[in-house]
């Protein structure tokens, strides 16, 4: 997987503010789904083997937290493809 520690480093720098989803496009020309999806499988890795327990916790429950509800992206698609209004999320 392209990007391991770069991918890591930024998850670990930004989970004490939400994430960073707004750099996360310009940084790694990832969607916020994709990126998420790629985190918590690096979380699976042995390169996590040093990091402290307590923060790999706190990013498998961010992953699993974004990975639940829908992007913006994907609600304004799904609103494209229905004419359905959908509520945007806080």
Do not use: N
């Not at 923060?55 to 829908?70: E, F, G, H, V």
Request: glycine share 6%; with cysteine.
């Amino acid at each position: 997987m392209p990007y391991q520690a770069e991918l890591l480093d930024f998850a670990v720098e930004w989970a004490p503010y939400g994430g960073g989803d707004e750099h996360v496009l310009p940084t790694f020309g990832l969607d916020l789904t994709e990126y998420y999806r790629r985190l918590l499988h690096l979380l699976d890795t042995p390169v996590t083997r040093s990091m402290d327990p307590a923060t790999i916790l706190q990013l498998r429950q961010q992953c699993s937290k974004r990975l639940a509800s829908p992007t913006q992206d994907e609600r304004i698609r799904s609103v494209c493809q229905t004419g359905h209004h959908l509520p945007l999320a806080p």
